[in-house]
């Protein structure tokens, strides 16, 4: 019996380059989605640190703010006090100004804020931003301000 060395067809090494590119065309398809669906979760994660932050420092503006309700510096002390809480640009988040209401007839003091968290990730599905809010209401009751008196 003899032997004949005969060449593949192709050479032999196309199959192996083309096993390669299957596998590389497979790893492509399998990552981009991982890929997007774990930048989406680090957007949403961040949105949701801010927005719980947020609620910490209006909570707390909103605690200081009753403790002087009546006091004519009562809006700095508020103001004050959600600085100290909320830093700015948190997390890239860009804040609107706070607000402060008061309803004297009702005895309660409203403070609102809102944030801005800017999409990194979410930007490929048309969300640039992600806005989220906080609002805290404190009630003093009427005759504390007649025992400030």
């Known amino acids: 019996m003899t032997l004949v060395y005969r060449p593949l067809p192709y050479g032999g090494h196309e199959d192996r380059r083309t096993g390669r590119h299957l596998l590389l065309v497979v790893a492509l398809?399998?990552?981009?989605p991982t890929v997007l669906g774990a930048g989406c979760t680090v957007d949403a994660l961040r949105s949701y640190a801010v927005e719980a932050r947020l609620a910490q420092a209006v909570?707390?503006?909103?605690?200081?703010g009753g403790r002087v309700m009546f006091d004519?510096?009562?809006?700095?002390?508020?103001?004050?006090?959600?600085?100290?809480?909320?830093?700015?640009?948190?997390l890239g988040s860009d804040l609107s100004p706070l607000t402060?209401?008061?309803?004297a007839a009702a005895g309660?003091?409203?403070?609102?804020a809102h944030a801005t968290v800017n999409a990194i990730f979410l930007r490929l599905f048309g969300k640039k931003e992600v806005t989220v809010e906080a609002r805290s209401i404190v009630r003093r009751?009427?005759?504390?301000?007649?025992?400030l008196q």
């Open 59 to 64: 909570d707390a503006a909103a605690l200081a």
């Open 141 to 147: 009751g009427h005759h504390a301000r007649s025992k």
């Open 100 to 103: 402060i209401a008061e309803d």
């Open 72 to 90: 004519s510096q009562r809006d700095g002390h508020i103001r004050s006090f959600f600085d100290k809480a909320f830093p700015r640009g948190f």
């Open 29 to 32: 398809v399998l990552a981009i």
């Open 108 to 112: 309660t003091l409203t403070v609102s």
